[in-house]
């Protein structure tokens, strides 16, 4: 490797890494990602300077491939809904994995690993690289609610995980003894080339397996699992290549995608463990006894307006994934506007999990322009709750159900930390109907007629309403 | 064997570094910081590259092509998508409201 080349990677990885520093704080993030991505330029830049290529063909075709890949990347990018984020960063990151595992497979089919350490790491490239695209397959076509929705499970899904796994290593295996093993297992003779096809195909099948049984709220820890999974495997053809940018960048992403996802599932308040294993844990998820008939207090916009405007001074809005679906993010909007017009506190309360990933809805609002300084994350607004005089739930249930806390019930909830709304002195839901949100789990709130209104209603209808009758009022 | 040993301290520290990195992350910023992580490790573009520029056979033509796309909407797409997010994110209103009051 040429020592200019080294040198620009290097350059290269501090811009990465001061790029992941400023990512850390809303001020600097921006500039965090732009720095992030001139180091990209630089280590391509570094990298056409290396490569020795004898046809002028080569280069016409990279220059197409990139522009191809780039093209596309930006016009998704460009074109995506905000709601529909999640998915595109699943897609992302999915063919990232199957770049990489097809980098390792040209690799052996050159013959270019020679030493056991250049084997293996190709090895963990293909199956960890094709694990990491077919499961951001599987996310995205969840997310985008086309296939697999919810959690799949099948009989014996178990023991096909296990014989696939085993499957797996057993094939590596082959390729590291040159093609010694599956023969002495009994079986006719399979070369390492032909065993890597089948390793390739056997880990996308495990991709696909591993995603399907886990619900979509778990998505998002999914992917960034899986982001970090894509991240391992660049390091590890780093290690085939012997390149330093593939090396550093992957080990960073590996080992920052690792933290960030224990970051999120504890926000969430779901443990890492239970979500991987969702596949051998799976059970059909109590849905409870359904409350029926039982008497709520059913609250017109008017009703709503006239307190908000009368009564109410201190007022804490929780928006949820209802609030996305129905793209009530405007009204919302006006309805901040107009209550702080008459001199009223509003302020935002975001659970982890509003939207469909931790930040999503904090996206969501700011794109409504809803300054991020009144967005509070759910440790800085619980203690808000005890002065609030109206806590304004819309579409949301999950995350203020206060059944999570309930040491006498085992719901698909329990133990994860909520918004205490019912400390404030009144509640008021913006809810289509009385159904029981994304866990299935029934809201003892709804039926508190003295402290609860409810207002049936689209999110958007339903807010502009308000709006109009806070006006009014 | 020295250059694998190499290899190996760099991987260390990196990984160590990583860790390091993130530790606490408002949750406002989880997304965006996994997409920003998620373009970075759009690298696996260079490693395209290389095998592509050695390439002297249909097989690893067509793979490597098709590796080069992957990895260039890997990049290209990530960063571009990570940028729209963090556009939205506006400073303070507080600083407006000082100018005019």
Redesign the interface.
């Known amino acids: 490797m040429q020592v200019a080349t080294f040198l620009a990677y290097l350059v290269a990885a501090v811009l990465f890494i001061t790029g992941i520093r400023r990512l850390r704080k809303p001020g600097t993030a921006r500039s965090g990602n732009t720095i992030a991505a001139f180091g990209m330029v630089i280590a391509l830049v570094a990298t056409f300077l290396v490569v020795e290529v004898d046809a002028a063909w080569v280069w016409l075709l990279i220059g197409v491939g990139i522009l191809l890949g780039g093209v596309l990347g930006a016009a998704s990018a460009q074109m995506v809904p905000m709601t529909a984020m999640p998915q595109m960063v699943a897609a992302f990151n999915g063919v990232g994995g199957g770049c990489i595992a097809l980098v390792a497979l040209s690799e052996f089919y050159q013959g270019a690993a020679e030493t056991w350490v250049a084997v293996i790491s190709g090895l963990l490239t293909v199956v960890i690289g094709s694990v990491s695209f077919a499961g951001s397959i599987v996310a995205f076509t969840k997310l985008q609610e086309l296939a697999f929705t919810g959690s799949v499970v099948f009989p014996l899904q178990q023991v096909l995980n296990a014989l696939i796994f085993v499957g797996i290593l057993l094939l590596s295996a082959n390729v590291l003894a040159d093609g010694a093993i599956v023969e002495a297992v009994g079986a006719p003779f399979l070369s390492p080339l032909v065993s890597l096809y089948i390793l390739f195909a056997a880990s996308l099948v495990l991709g696909v397996l591993f995603v399907i049984p886990i619900g979509g709220a778990d998505m998002p820890i999914v992917i960034s699992l899986l982001n970090a999974f894509t991240g391992l495997a660049a390091a590890a053809s780093g290690f085939v290549l012997g390149n330093y940018a593939l090396l550093i960048g992957g080990t960073l992403v590996g080992a920052s995608g690792t933290i960030l996802t224990r970051l999120m599932s504890g926000a969430l308040g779901r443990p890492l463990g239970k979500i991987i294993f969702a596949g051998i844990t799976a059970t059909a998820t109590q849905k409870g006894d359904q409350q029926e008939d039982r008497e709520v207090h059913d609250a017109s916009p008017g009703e709503v307006g006239e307190y908000l405007s009368e009564e109410a001074n201190k007022i804490v809005i929780v928006p949820g994934y209802g609030l996305a679906v129905a793209q009530a993010q405007g009204p919302m909007h006006d309805l901040m506007e107009t209550l702080e017009s008459r001199g009223k506190e509003v302020l935002f309360g975001i659970h982890p999990v509003a939207g469909r990933m931790p930040g999503h809805m904090n996206v969501l609002l700011t794109e409504a322009g809803v300054p991020y300084d009144k967005l509070y994350d759910l440790e800085d607004i619980n203690p808000e709750f005890d002065d609030t005089d109206a806590a304004i739930i819309v579409g949301a249930n999950d995350v203020v159900n206060p059944a999570a806390n309930d040491p006498e019930q085992d719901t698909p909830i329990s133990g994860m930390p909520i918004l205490e709304v019912e400390k404030a002195k009144r509640v008021i839901f913006v809810k289509r109907s009385l159904s029981p949100g994304f866990a299935g789990v029934d809201n003892p709130l709804f039926y508190d007629t003295e402290k609860t209104m409810m207002l049936f209603s689209d999110a958007k209808q339903g807010l502009q309403e308000v709006v109009e009758a806070v006006k009014s009022a | 064997m020295e250059?694998?040993l190499v290899?190996l301290a760099?991987?260390i520290i990196?990984?160590?570094?990583?860790?390091e990195?993130?530790?606490?992350?408002?949750?406002?910023?989880?997304?965006?910081?996994?997409?920003?992580?998620?373009?970075?490790?759009?690298?696996?573009?260079?490693?395209?590259?290389?095998?592509?520029?050695?390439?002297d056979?249909t097989?690893?033509?067509v793979?490597?092509?098709?590796?080069?796309?992957?990895?260039?909407?890997?990049?290209?797409?990530?960063?571009?998508?990570?940028?729209?997010?963090?556009?939205?994110?506006?400073?303070?209103?507080?600083r407006v409201r000082k100018r005019k009051g």
């Open positions: 250059q694998l290899q760099i991987f990196a990984a160590f570094l990583g860790f990195l993130i530790s606490r992350v408002p949750n406002l910023l989880h997304t965006p910081l996994m997409s920003a992580t998620n373009a970075i490790h759009g690298i696996v573009l260079v490693g395209a590259i290389i095998v592509f520029a050695t390439a056979d097989f690893t033509i793979v490597g092509f098709i590796a080069i796309v992957l990895g260039a909407m890997n990049v290209i797409g990530g960063f571009w998508v990570t940028n729209r997010m963090l556009g939205m994110f506006r400073p303070p209103v507080k």
